[in-house]
Each structure stands twice: as C-alpha cells, then as structure tokens.
C-alpha cells in the first residue's frame, strides 16, 4: 500500500549546525520523486529524515512536521522502529548481510525481528521479493549461497528484494546506483519503474540523466552558500524542471553552469 | 560550446630515450641462493681455517657477507635502485631470521627436554605423596586445576568484557564511555600480582585469613582477562561495517536486535579469537595463582570452592624450586603440557573462526 509523504517546514540539525532548512514538499504515492542537487546540500540528509534515519547520526534531529498519509512519523507516542517498518531504505552502496544467504538476506527484516515464518511462507517471501527486484532467476538455483558471492549489481537488487520483502509503503533509495555500472544500473531503473505502481518511491541521484529517465517529479536542493544550510530550491514535474524550470539557480545546475 | 580551438602544437618534443635500465638484464633468478649458499660455504671454510668456528658468528658472517656482495653484484649488473631493493630485502630476510631464533630455540628446548617425562603416566597422576626426589608423579592435579580455573575466569570474563565491548562501541557516548575506556586501559597495565593482592585481601575480608581456594585464583584471572577480553572485543565490533547497521535499522529491526542477530555474528570470528588470545594470557599466569589459590596443594582437587588448588604454572615454579633432575624433568614436562594445552585452544578457536566466518563464495 503506497503512502502519501507530506513535509512541512522540516528542519535538519546536526547539533546546532542547521543542515537543512525549511523545507516543504509533497510526495505522491505511486510515483517516482527524485532528489537533484550538488554533493552536500542535504538531499540525503533530507530523505534520511523520512523514515527516521538519520536519528542513527548522533546529535542529528528535526524541527517540523513529516506526515505518512496522515500519521505524524515524529509525533512522540511514534516509534522510530515502526517508521522504518513502514518506509524501507536501499543504500549507497549494496550491503547484503555478509552472514546470511541469499535467502536469508531477503527475510532478513522478518528472521531479524525474530519473526517465525512457516517455510512455505518464507518461500513464497522470498519468491515473491526476487522476482520483485528482477533477480529470481538469476538466483534461484543458488539461493543457499552467500549474498556476498553476488556481483555489484546483484546485490543491490538484492538489498531491494529484502528492502520489499517486509513490504513497506515507501521505498527510499540514497543513490542506489552510484556504485554500478552502467548494465546493472539499467537493471535498477527498470526495477524502479516496476515498482512505482506498488510503493512511493524517493530517489537520490548525481544521476541527472537517472532522474529524467526514471523520476515523474524532481525536487532540486542546493546550498546557499559556503556554511549555509541546504535548501529545496524548486520542485516540479521532470519534465517541467528539465525543460522549463523556474528558477535560475534550477536551469544553471541542469545545464551544468554553476554560480 | 567551448571557444578555444584545437591546433596541433608547435614543437614536438623529442621522446626522451629509453633509460638504459630498461633494458638492463636482471639477476637470474637462482643467483641470490647460490650465492648465498656460496657465502655460507666459504664463511663456514674460513672460520674452521681459523679455529673460530661458532655457529653465531658463521650465521652473522654468512648474512653480513651475502648482504655486501648481493648489493655490490646487482649494483653492477642491475641498477641502483635494483641494489637497494636487494640490500633491504636481505636485510627484512635477515630481521626475521633473527625473530625466530628465540622462537624456534625455546620450542626446541622445551620439546626436548619435556617430551622426556611427558607420557600417560604423567598426565594421569598427581602428586600426592610424592617426595621431592622420587621417580614417580605427575601433573593431573596441576592441569585440572589449570583447566577449572581458567575455565572459571572465561565465564566470568568474557559475559562482563563482551558486555562491556558492546555498551562502549554500540552505545556508549560522553563522559560514562571515555571513563570505561580509562579504567580499562588501566587495568589492562596492572601487574598480574597486584590482582592476586587483591582477591587475597578481598578473601580475607570475605572469609577471613587463609582461605586459599580454586574460585579465588578464577577471579585474580578474571581481573586480567576482563580488560583484554573488553579492548579486544572493541576493535572486532569497530570492524563491523555502519552500512550493516543502517541496513538492519533500515528493516525496522531495533537495536538491540541489530547488536545481537547482525553485528555479534559479523564480528564472531573476531571475537573468538580475541577471547583466545586473552585466554592464552592468563592460562600462563603464575603469580596471582601462587598468592590465591596456594602453591603446595600435590593432591587432585576438583573443587573450585575448598582448599588449595595447583595449576600448570605453579607446578612448573614449585618444582623448578625443589631443584633436583627430576624436579626439572617434571617442569619441563609440565610447561610443554602448557604448551600443547595453548595451542589446541588457538586451533579449536581457528576452527570456530572458520566455521562462523562470513563467507563469500
């Protein structure tokens, strides 16, 4: 079931340090929102705080408001667990658990919160997750093997299958590709047009190329200056940003002029 | 889109000639063995010539004289940095000859000399009512007491120290954590038997005076393996990646879970072999054992809570004290048991790491 995400007025601090500030935005369910923006000004700070993330940074935390359809996720009687429960994450670059197998990988948010599954449950999970994120048949054969033994791009789509096995509503993914190469990047963005009709997904990318290809919506951060907090410049339909955005600083940055 | 216009530049540089090294043959490579076996020859030869045949100093002849002409004969036929490259390779092969020459020497002696007594007869009997000259007795007291007493400080140890390790990498913060660290680098500097001092004082202020016992000696272990045990276990969970947590907090698996079900098991081999290494440690102390769990018990006694218990190196330092031929034979013999009991620890600890390992393929 895809959410809504509805931010207002978020702020982000790294102790007293505002790294984000004041940003708004809504997030469509069933679609593809892509994060844009320079190496710094806050996107990944920005999506961590979606589901909670970025509490794992000490001294990082939030002022405002972050509404998963109509549920405050910091709102006090919330638990940070259950948020993430809710909005999965796939990361920079893949971390299958170097313990498990490649089946044990994809249950790992059940076998983890010491869930007990019925094997035939677990199969169908794992069945189900794999052919989620295109990679059952490259794996069926070998699903006992190390999830390590997988190549770059394997991986990732298997940090995806788990990211989708515990079936979250939203799918954040911190440059899911920057670690791959150009064949397995294809894999993932097909992956991520497949699964946009089931989830909300958030994608941060140096990718521009990436978020016109895959993205409905862009939202553009950039600093406002050297020491300042980052900020969401524009936000808008991809293809409305990529050909007519409204803002300068939002045309300089897709034409690759800066300043 | 860009202004400036691509012209072919105006002087060709000419390309700078191969340096003549390039081309350089090198040695063959059979000829630093040769050599050295020639050195060694020749070495050996004029030393007898002499009458100054000494092991030592052929060794030191034989590295210094492979050393010069090695240099001298790659400076000539090779380069300089060929030369250099060989005289410093030479120099390593030498340092690390000289590292293994106490190693192999006292592995040597004790084999020799403890494999005279070391036989069933000896692993099976104690002491009691052996005098100190007789040609009979063995060290089954001493290694029972060894083994329960270790054992004992293990399950004290390594629950406290693991704890420990977790509460300073996983959650630990500010003054708490920077206290812990100090108090443990402290104790990881406390001699073995200032902690047998204080176990005696702490029985006596339990017990009273003279109560000697196994379970003291356990816990004047325990006070030396706690900190090794802690430092070790803290760099392991260090090398566990961020990325695995994030990835389990990212599944919505809290974290106490996380530490458990993810980190533990990453850093499993790791944590074995640091609870090893902390084991074989305090497996060889002597002093704290003498002051607490006594030094004349000859009897078995396989119970940690009453009376006097011998250990492996207590039976070594209270036979080696009597000072007869047998008395050295049984030390030697006890301390090759030491031995042999260390290194089944580090091969059961190599198995657990290769069986628990995270593995790849």
Known sequence: MAKRIDVSGLHVYYGDFLAVEDVSMTIEPRSVTAFIGSSGCGKSTFLRTLNRMHEVTPGARVEGKVLLDDQDIYAPDVDPVEVRREVGMVFQRPNPFPTMSIYDNVIAGYKLNNRRLRKSEADEIVERSLRGANLWEEVKDRLDRPGASLSGGQQQRLCIARAIAVEPSVLLMDEPCSALDPISTLAIEDLISQLKENYTIVIVTHNMQQAARVSDVTAFFNLAGTGKPGKLIEIGETNKIFTKPEKKETENYITGRFG | ?361
């Not at chain 2, 790659?74 to 293994?100: P, Q, W």
């Not at chain 2, 047998?196 to 004082?201: C, E, N, R, S, Y």
């Open chain 2, 1 to 361: 889109m860009s202004a400036t216009k691509l012209s072919a530049p105006e002087k060709t540089v000419p390309p700078r000639p191969l340096a003549p090294s390039l081309g350089a043959k090198p040695l063959p490579a059979l000829f630093p063995p040769t050599l050295l076996a020639g050195v060694a020859l020749v070495a050996a030869g004029l030393l007898y010539a002499l009458g100054w045949w000494n092991p030592a100093v052929w060794a030191i002849v034989t590295a210094v004289g492979y050393m010069v002409l090695i240099t001298a004969a790659s400076a000539l036929i090779e380069n300089r940095r060929k030369a250099k490259d060989r005289l410093v390779t030479a120099i390593v092969y030498t340092c690390f000859g000289i590292a293994m020459v106490p190693l192999v020497s006292l592995l040597w002696t004790v084999l020799s000399k403890g494999l005279v007594r070391l036989d069933g007869y000896f692993l099976t009997v104690s002491m009691n009512g052996v005098t100190p000259s007789m040609d009979a007795g063995g060290a089954y007291h001493a290694i029972l007491g060894t083994l329960l007493m270790t054992l004992m400080a293990a399950l004290i140890s390594v629950p406290i120290g693991l704890m420990t390790a977790i509460y300073l990498v996983e959650y630990g913060q500010g003054r708490l954590k920077r206290a812990i660290t100090f108090f443990v680098d402290v104790m990881t500097g406390i001699p073995s038997i200032v902690a047998g001092l204080f176990v005696v004082a702490l029985w006596i202020l339990l017990f009273g005076p003279g109560k000697t016992n196994g379970a003291a000696g356990a816990i004047s272990l325990s006070v030396l393996m706690i900190p090794v045990v802690v430092r070790s276990c803290e760099e392991m969970l260090r090398l566990v990646p961020n990325e695995l947590r994030e990835a389990s907090y990212a599944l919505g698996v809290p974290k106490w879970l996380t530490v458990v079900k993810v980190v533990l098991p990453t850093a499993i081999a790791g944590l074995t072999t640091g609870v090893m290494l902390a084991l074989a440690r305090v497996i060889g102390e002597t002093a704290p054992l003498i002051l607490t769990a006594g030094s004349s018990a000859v009897a078995i006694n396989a119970n940690l809570f009453e009376g006097q218990m011998m250990s492996l190196p207590v039976f070594i330092y209270s036979q080696v004290r009597m000072g007869g031929v047998i008395n050295y034979e049984r030390a030697w013999a006890g301390a090759l048991t030491l031995i042999i009991i260390v290194m089944l620890l580090f091969l059961a600890a190599r198995l657990v790491s290769h069986f628990f390992a995270p593995k790849t393929r």
